[in-house]
């Protein structure tokens, strides 16, 4: 007979591990992609990382930007630097998608003006 899982959301354990990375980064399925991101927002991991580290953004330039706690985005940067090569990866990953993207639908105005 099979019974139903039952979850003690107390309790830690590996479950409570994959959707909560810490207590201020998390990834759930259905939120911002399954994406790492900042617990109770849609700010994932990767964009803090491309506008602290290739926009040249500090961490309080994007708390005051977008209105988040300062701890926030260091424990987004945090999960950056332990995580970077996985980060890296779907970073490209998405840039190779509009690449493909680009090259499979052509954009019309371009080709009215050509």
Do not use: C
């Not at 109770?40 to 994007?62: N, P, S, Y």
């Not at 890296?88 to 080709?111: C, H, I, T």
Request: proline residues 4%.
């Amino acid at each position: 007979m099979n019974r139903p899982l039952k979850f003690n959301l107390h309790e830690k354990s590996e479950f409570m591990a994959v959707l909560q990375i810490s207590n201020k980064i998390e990834a759930l399925p259905g939120v911002a992609g399954g994406q790492p991101h900042i617990a109770g927002t849609r700010f994932t991991v990767k964009q803090i990382a491309i506008w602290h580290e290739f926009m040249g953004l500090g961490a309080d330039e994007i708390a005051t930007a977008y209105d988040l706690a300062l701890s926030d985005i260091y424990a987004a940067l945090s999960y950056f630097f332990d995580h970077r090569e996985e980060v890296m990866q779907a970073m490209q990953a998405e840039e190779d998608l509009v690449a493909e993207l680009k090259n499979r639908f052509p954009s019309k105005v371009a080709q009215k003006r050509g």
